[in-house]
């Protein structure tokens, strides 16, 4: 009788895994933070934005359901390679670097599959609108103090010019946003897609950013764990959305369409 139970105990674990593994393969999990805009959440908890209809437009095509699930930008390369996430899908720079395990610069496309890239962005510094008239150029950002968002392109930009132990990190960069405002660093770098939606309005309207100072151009592109079959699906089906002209319309529908750049190659 005890071998019987055992049997069927694990039979029904087994069916369970089995059950579980169809279910997984039949949602995509996306890493997000918080970015207004992009991936935020309306006043009942549904999940908006243009990346997060853009996932969800995805998902669609692949017959697979979209969950988003809020990660610690710091820690999405270990939330993607554990497998808790499928893909990072939050602005994310591509042509940029982070530090693989060892603490050693690399390529994110090194640590990373990159989907084709579908939008334009850069890096910008903000700071109080009462102190833009004082950096002029990088080297009056040298000896301030800073915040970024941990393992992100403005965090690596932000040590090329003040000294590392000036730069504290947040969980994302609308934390860096709410440390500048509230006086406790002199500048932030982050995406210039959140700053223009930012500074100047509500909370953030005594901010403004540095045009003076102009960084590089950057293009945001989904991450997969490397050897992802996923890559492929989602290229194709971003390739479909950008044919079908829905990519475009969801571009317009959050003021995105002048930085919408659908692209194969992501250096």
């Not at 071998?3 to 996306?30: N, R």
């Not at 805009?37 to 999940?47: M, P, Q």
């Not at 990660?71 to 602005?91: F, H, P, T, V």
């Amino acid at each position: 009788m005890k071998k019987f139970l055992c049997l069927a105990l694990a039979i029904v674990m087994c069916a369970f895994a089995l059950v579980s593994c169809k279910k997984d393969d039949k949602t995509l999990t996306c890493g997000v933070t918080i970015i207004p805009g992009l991936n935020e959440k309306d006043a009942d908890g549904n999940w908006t934005g243009f990346e997060s209809e853009f996932a969800m437009e995805v998902g669609k095509i692949l017959g697979m359901e979209v969950e988003f699930q809020e990660i610690d930008w710091g820690q999405k390369y270990n939330e993607l390679n554990s497998g808790a996430i499928d893909c990072i899908w939050n602005g994310f720079t591509a042509n940029s670097t982070d530090e693989d395990s060892s603490g050693k610069e690399v390529k994110r496309s090194d640590l990373v599959d990159f989907s084709y890239g579908y939008m334009l962005n850069q890096q910008c510094v903000v700071v109080k609108a009462a102190d833009v008239a004082k950096y002029k150029t990088e080297a009056d950002l040298s000896g301030k103090t800073a915040c970024v968002e941990s393992g992100s392109a403005g965090a690596a930009y932000a040590k090329t010019v003040t000294d590392e132990d000036k730069i504290s990190d947040a969980t994302a960069q609308v934390k860096a946003f709410t440390e500048l405002g509230a006086g406790a660093v002199d500048f932030i770098v982050v995406d210039i897609l959140l700053a223009q939606n930012l500074c100047g309005k509500g909370d953030y309207a005594d901010l403004a950013i540095v045009e003076a100072i102009e960084l590089e151009s950057e293009i945001y592109a989904v991450g997969f764990k490397k050897g992802s079959e996923l890559t492929e699906k989602v290229n194709a089906a971003i390739k479909e959305l950008e044919e079908n002209g829905k990519l475009m319309e969801l571009a317009k529908k959050y003021k995105f369409e002048n930085v919408l750049k659908v692209t194969e190659t992501i250096e």
